[in-house]
C-alpha cells in the first residue's frame, strides 16, 4: 500500500516487458527478459505480478519461461486477490493452469469475492481450466506409489515413471480410448496390473480419509481402474488368441495389438450409431463401486436408472467433472473424446480428429458413413447459394421492377 504508486518505481524494462506480454508479443518479451536487472518477482501499480500478466493472457511459453527464471507462484498484490491461477483460469488456457498447478500453487485461494480459481472458471464458462483445476493432484501426493510398502518386492509405479503416472492420473477426458492411448504415450502398458492396483489404492486412500474426502475423486481413480482393467483382459485374451493361432502374421506378433483391439471394441458403433462397449462397460463399473452410500455413486445410479438416460459415459463424465451448462458447442474428436480437435476427415468434412492417429483407428467405422455424410454436405451446399441465377427467373424479377 505504497502512497506514490508502485508504477513510478518500475524501471524502462519491468514497463516494456508488461506492456509486451499484454500484447501476447512473446519474442519481444523473450528479448527484453536478458535485460531485466534484479529478476522476475515485481509488481505494477496494480499489484499484478509478470507472471500473473502472463497467465492472465494464456501465454504458455512466457509463463514456462517466468517459472524457470524463479518466479514467485505466491507474490500477489492484487488489490482483489487474484492469483495467477486466478488468471489463468480466466484466460481458459488449460495448459497454463497446469504449469501453476505443478509449480505448487494453492488452488484453493480465494479472491476478494471469495471465488477460487475454478470457480472463477466457472463463472466465465471455461469448462475445461474447471476440470483441470478440480481434478489436479500434486505429483507429491503420487510418490507413495513409487516406494516399496511392507512386503512389496517393487514398487507399483516405477520411479522413473512418476510423471507419466501424473499425467495419466491428472488427464481430464475420461474416454475409454483417450485414457488408453495415454497409456500408450506414456510408457504405462507394461505395467497394466500395477496400475490397476495403484488406482485402487488411490481410491480406498481417497476414501478412507479423516477429512476432505474428494468421493468425486474417488470415483475417478476407481474408473481409470476399471478401463485399465478392461485393458488388461484384453491383453490377456488378445496373447491367449495369439498362442492358439501361432501363424497369425506379423501384424499380431507386434507388441500393444491389443490396444488396436480394443481401441476398436470400443470405437464399434451399433445400427443406431450407439457404443455398446462403452455404455455395459460405465455401467458395470459404476454398479462395482464399493461405497455405496456415498452422495455421487448415488447421483450415478440414480441417473443411470432414469427413463430416456443420456449415454452412460455422459452421466459420468457430468458427475465427475461438473455439468457444461446448456449449450455445449464445443467440437469433440470422434476417437478419443478429446475437446477442440485440429483435424478433419478430409472427405467428409464432417468429422473432426485430434490427429491421423486417431482418424486411422477410426476409419473401421467411420468409412461407412463418410460417403453419406459427404453427400449430405454436398447437397446442404447446393441448396445454400440458391443455386446458380437462373434466366426465366432473372427475367420475371426484371419485369416486376419495370412494370
Ligand atoms: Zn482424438
Ligand atoms: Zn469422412
Redesign the pocket.
Known amino acids: 500500500m505504497s502512497e506514490d504508486g508502485k508504477k513510478s518505481q518500475l524501471d524502462d524494462i519491468q514497463l516494456q516487458l508488461i506492456e509486451r506480454i499484454s500484447k501476447n508479443d512473446t519474442n519481444g518479451f523473450k528479448q527484453l527478459l536478458g535485460q531485466l536487472k534484479g529478476g522476475v518477482n515485481f509488481v505494477d501499480d496494480s499489484g499484478m505480478s509478470i507472471l500473473a500478466h502472463a497467465s492472465f493472457k494464456g501465454n504458455k511459453e512466457a509463463v514456462q519461461l517466468l517459472l524457470d527464471m524463479g518466479a514467485d507462484i505466491n507474490l500477489n498484490q492484487h488489490g482483489a486477490d487474484y492469483t495467477p491461477l486466478h488468471f489463468a483460469a480466466l484466460s481458459g488456457n488449460t495448459n497454463v493452469c497446469r504449469q501453476l498447478l505443478d509449480a505448487g500453487i494453492n488452488a484453493n485461494s480465494i479472491n476478494s469475492v471469495n471465488r477460487t480459481a475454478s470457480q472463477m472458471a466457472a463463472f466465465v464458462g471455461n469448462h475445461a481450466c474447471v476440470e483441470t483445476i478440480n481434478n489436479y493432484v500434486s505429483l507429491a501426493s503420487l510418490e507413495y506409489y513409487t516406494q516399496l510398502h511392507g512386503q512389496q518386492q517393487e514398487p507399483q509405479i516405477p520411479p522413473a515413471l512418476l510423471k507419466s503416472f501424473h499425467t495419466f492420473v491428472t488427464e481430464i477426458n475420461l474416454?475409454p480410448?483417450?485414457i488408453t492411448?495415454n497409456a500408450q504415450s506414456l510408457g504405462l502398458l507394461k505395467l497394466l496390473a500395477n496400475l490397476r492396483k495403484a488406482l485402487t489404492l488411490m481410491c480406498e486412500k481417497e476414501m478412507q480419509k479423516t477429512h476432505d474426502i474428494n468421493e468425486l475423486m474417488a470415483f475417478k481413480y476407481h474408473y481409470l481402474g476399471w478401463i485399465v482393467g478392461e485393458l488388461l483382459r484384453c491383453e490377456e485374451q488378445f496373447k491367449a488368441q495369439h498362442k492358439d493361432k501361432p501363424a497369425e502374421g506379423d501384424a499380431a506378433n507386434k507388441g500393444g495389438d491389443f490396444v488396436e483391439v480394443f481401441v476398436k471394441r470400443v470405437l464399434k458403433e451399433n445400427k443406431l450409431g450407439q457404443l455398446d462397449y462403452v455404455e455395459f462397460t460405465v455401467r458395470e463399473c459404476a454398479r462395482e463401486f464399493p461405497y455405496r452410500e456415498c452422495t455421487v455413486f448415488r447421483q450415478i445410479a440414480t441417473q443411470l436408472g432414469g427413463k430416456d438416460a443420456a449415454p452412460a459415459l455422459v452421466i459420468l463424465r457430468n458427475a465427475i467433472n461438473g455439468l457444461r451448462g446448456f449449450v455445449d458447442e464445443t467440437s469433440?474428436?470422434?476417437?478419443?473424446?478429446?475437446e477442440k480437435?485440429d483435424k478433419k476427415c478430409s472427405k467428409c468434412k464432417a468429422v473432426q480428429?485430434?490427429?491421423r492417429?486417431?482418424?486411422r483407428?477410426?476409419w473401421f467405422m467411420h468409412k461407412k458413413s463418410c460417403p453419406r455424410l459427404l453427400a449430405a454436405v454436398l447437397a446442404g451446399k447446393k441448396d445454400q447459394p440458391k443455386a446458380p441465377i437462373d434466366a426465366s427467373e432473372l427475367r420475371e424479377e426484371l419485369a416486376k421492377l419495370s412494370a
Open positions: 474416454h480410448v483417450r492411448l469433440y474428436c470422434s476417437t478419443c473424446g478429446q480437435p480428429y485430434c490427429d492417429e486417431c482418424q483407428l477410426h
